[in-house]
Nanobody, 120 residues
């Protein structure tokens, strides 16, 4: 079992910065991919950024490339998303996600999400 708790969301003015955090606990040593997704009302959940468990590989949605940075504190099992130069279109609920494999079965865990609202 894995528990994910996001924090750091809120209301921010366009052009400003915000950092999201995701505290992970449980069987996180079996994780392979650590990701941030986001979802707007009526929309599909979309990948924002992803980092491999060894930190060697990252992937970003094109719209956030150069503005957002994903990182992981391996000692404390905290996944972060530093968001700069925020735009109104970044407004969404942001979810932390962990994918991996344990005891021969794939797992896919989600946090409850944190709201980010960017005011223009």
């Amino acid at each position: 079992q894995v528990q994910l708790v996001e924090s750091g969301g809120g209301l921010v003015q366009a052009g400003k910065s915000l950092t999201l955090s995701c505290a992970a606990s449980g069987s996180v040593n079996r994780a392979v991919l650590w990701s941030w997704y986001r979802q707007v009302p009526g929309g599909e959940r979309e990948l924002v950024a992803r980092v491999s468990t060894d930190g060697a590989t990252t992937r970003y949605q094109e719209s956030v490339l150069g503005r957002f940075t994903i990182s992981r504190d391996r000692a404390r099992n905290i996944l972060s998303l530093q968001m700069t130069r925020l735009k109104s279109e970044d407004t969404a609920v942001y979810y932390c996600n962990l994918k991996g494999r344990n005891l021969g079965a794939d797992f896919d865990y989600w946090g409850r999400g944190t709201q980010v609202t960017v005011a223009s």
